[in-house]
């Protein structure tokens, strides 16, 4: 992985899209590169998700923590590890970031796979844009821990940060997929406990709706290169089993209001799409500031390859909104 995006600003090159006046979604409409469209090709042929059952849950972390043991960081990005009341966390340090701000990453991976490790160079990446430390928790797993484990965790992890002596103001959440959905359960909660809320949140193909009922779960079925409807449906009854439709597991079920600004990225050709469609409305219906990005022909969470180049121009537009909401915030402060 190239170092250049640790110290490099977020750029105004952006791709062809066409916005609409009366709704505000930004429409990536560029066709993607040759090196992604063979690779997202190659992953149809070699990973696609299909069914991951409780009983090989293991089998398959496993498997993917060996693939993330190969995957190396720059050196000049730090990390350092610790547990937090029968969680671990990872700290993922870039090279002159801020002290004071924070990106709050919660992974991915249907609350049954996947860990900090194997998204430390998205985490790294859009660390490095935005200029801020991440802190990245290991969220407890189902079926060994099931709803709502993850979201007592991640509200664990946030306080941690509080406790710890960070300005609420000064962080950011970011999640892709359940980390997303998650992302938004966290904030619902923090909500109803009154606790100071972060500046705003990223949310990476988000994944909201357990049950689901989405249309393009289906009608995007042959274009996504990497989940299959069967195995999101599964993972949902896994990870809440009849409690899906609770709004802690499925974020659009639940009220939107007094939520911070949200920037939603996602893209046409993923069966999650309407997952984002939706929370954006919710958003859009609650007056919460929302900007979603659709792009086209894109896998499920592209950003997580950062050596695709789509996946690193989506995440400086993130580091884009992470700097322009946090400069508001501070902004607000100085003539408060």
Same mark, same amino acid.
């Given at each position: ?5 640790l110290k490099a600003e977020p750029t105004s090159d952006s791709p062809p899209y066409a916005q609409n006046p009366k709704d505000g979604i930004m429409r990536f409409t560029h066709r993607p590169s040759i090196r992604t469209r063979m690779f997202q090709w190659l992953t149809g042929k070699m990973v696609r998700v299909n069914k991951i059952k409780e009983h090989?849950? *293991?089998?398959?972390? /496993?498997?993917? =923590? ?24 990872? $700290? ?6 801020? =002290?004071?701000?924070? %990106?709050?990453?919660?992974?991915? !991976?249907?609350?049954?796979?996947? #860990?900090?490790?194997?998204?430390? &160079?998205?985490?790294? @990446? ?15 797993? @189902? ?19 509080? /406790? ?9 959440? @970011?999640?892709?997929?359940? !980390? ?19 500046? @705003? ?8 709706? %357990?049950? !689901?009922?989405?249309? #393009? ?12 409807? =069967?195995?999101?449906?599964?993972? !949902? ?5 009849? /409690?899906?439709?609770?709004? %802690? ?34 958003? *859009? ?7 979603? =990005?659709? $792009? ?5 969470? $592209? ?12 995440? /400086? ?8 909401? %946090? &400069? ?9």
């Amino acid at each position: 992985m190239p170092e250049q995006y640790l110290k490099a600003e977020p750029t105004s090159d952006s791709p062809p899209y066409a916005q609409n006046p009366k709704d505000g979604i930004m429409r990536f409409t560029h066709r993607p590169s040759i090196r992604t469209r063979m690779f997202q090709w190659l992953t149809g042929k070699m990973v696609r998700v299909n069914k991951i059952k409780e009983h090989n849950c *293991r089998k398959a972390r /496993q498997a993917l =923590e060996t693939w993330a043991n190969r995957q190396k960081l720059p050196p000049s990005v730090k990390t350092m590890s610790g547990t937090l009341d029968g969680f671990s966390y990872m $700290w993922v340090i870039p090279p002159g970031c801020s =002290e004071h701000k924070i %990106l709050y990453y919660l992974h991915g !991976g249907g609350y049954s796979l996947c #860990s900090a490790n194997t998204h430390k &160079r998205l985490i790294a @990446a859009l660390a490095g844009y935005a200029g801020m430390k991440a802190l990245a928790i290991n969220y407890r797993l @189902a079926p060994e821990f099931r709803f709502p484990t993850a979201v007592t965790d991640a509200i664990k992890g946030y306080e941690f940060l509080l /406790q710890s002596g960070f300005n609420a103001q000064h962080i950011v959440f @970011a999640g892709d997929s359940a !980390g997303g959905g998650l992302a938004l359960s966290v904030l619902f909660s923090l909500k109803e406990r009154k606790i100071p809320m972060p500046a @705003a949140a990223v949310l990476i193909s988000p994944w909201t709706d %357990l049950t !689901g009922s989405g249309q #393009s779960l289906f009608a995007n079925k042959k274009t996504d290169p990497l989940l299959t409807p =069967e195995a999101v449906k599964l993972w !949902g009854a896994i990870y809440a089993g009849p /409690q899906v439709k609770h709004p %802690l597991a499925s974020p659009i079920y639940g009220d939107f209001s007094g939520l911070p600004p949200l920037c939603i990225q996602v893209s046409d050709s993923e069966i999650l799409l309407d997952d984002a469609l939706r929370a954006y409305q919710c958003a *859009r219906d609650a007056a919460v500031p929302c900007t979603l =990005e659709i $792009w086209h022909g894109l896998m499920h969470v $592209w950003q997580i390859h950062t050596f695709l180049p789509e996946a690193r121009k989506a995440l /400086q537009r993130l580091a884009a909104f992470i700097h322009s909401t %946090l &400069r508001l915030v501070m902004q607000q402060q100085t003539f408060a």
